[in-house]
């Protein structure tokens, strides 16, 4: 996949900024921020990488979680708001294994901070839908946030299939084109090949 070829899983986050605050300075309370975190996080859930069109409900995660003292003064702070779908929302709940240092994960157990790390160094996706740790914390987030639910995997599934096709009716569009510019005939294997594709596709979506 070249560089130009947008992402199919954990593309790289970056904050947008632009947060309104208060007159006096503080911030409003964190759902006024619902937008911008949703906008920052590419609409997808940070954690299992669901978009909010494959998932019912999309939520607001308190990254470092505002039940401990020590980030009470995050609670609103949009550059500690994720977006997260509601499973994994509730399975992380305020489990928070790096407590007590400034780290999001202690090198074993912890959360990987998609706007300062690749995800995509931690979590590898196979051609089955299925997530695969290639290093720590990315078991610890997927045995505690139910990475490999069967749900998910369908959803991984499609997704890289959907990604495949369109390669493929790109590269079956380039084809017809050089036929036409060039007089020559068309390869029906190629067609054949795009519309066997498009045939397991259907096959998956039921
Ligand atoms: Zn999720």
Not at 75 to 100: M, Q, S
Request: aromatic share 12%; charged share 35%; with cysteine.
């Amino acid at each position: 996949m070249s560089a130009d070829t947008p992402r199919v899983f954990f593309p790289i986050l970056a904050r947008k900024g632009g947060y309104p605050k208060k007159e006096d300075g503080s911030y409003y309370g964190y759902g006024y921020y619902r937008a911008h975190v949703a906008a920052d996080c590419e609409q997808r859930c940070v954690y299992c990488d669901a978009t909010d069109a494959e998932v019912e409900v999309m939520q607001i995660d308190h990254f470092r979680p505002e039940s401990f003292t020590e980030f009470e003064a995050l609670a609103n702070d949009p550059l500690n708001l994720h977006y997260a779908c509601a499973r994994c929302n509730r399975w992380k709940w305020d489990n928070w294994p790096a407590r007590g240092t400034p780290h999001t994960h202690d090198g074993e157990n912890g959360f990987v901070d998609p706007f300062k790390e690749d995800r995509s160094e931690y979590f590898e996706v196979k051609s089955d839908g299925r997530v695969e740790a290639l290093k720590p914390p990315a078991n610890y987030m997927i045995r505690l946030l139910h990475l490999q639910r069967e749900y998910l995997r369908k959803l991984r599934e499609k997704r890289l299939l959907l990604a495949e096709l369109r390669m493929c009716r790109a590269s079956l569009k380039a084809e017809l084109q050089a036929d036409l510019d060039s007089g020559r005939r068309s390869d029906p294997r190629v067609m054949l090949e795009f519309i066997e594709r498009w045939e397991r596709f259907e096959a998956l979506l039921g």
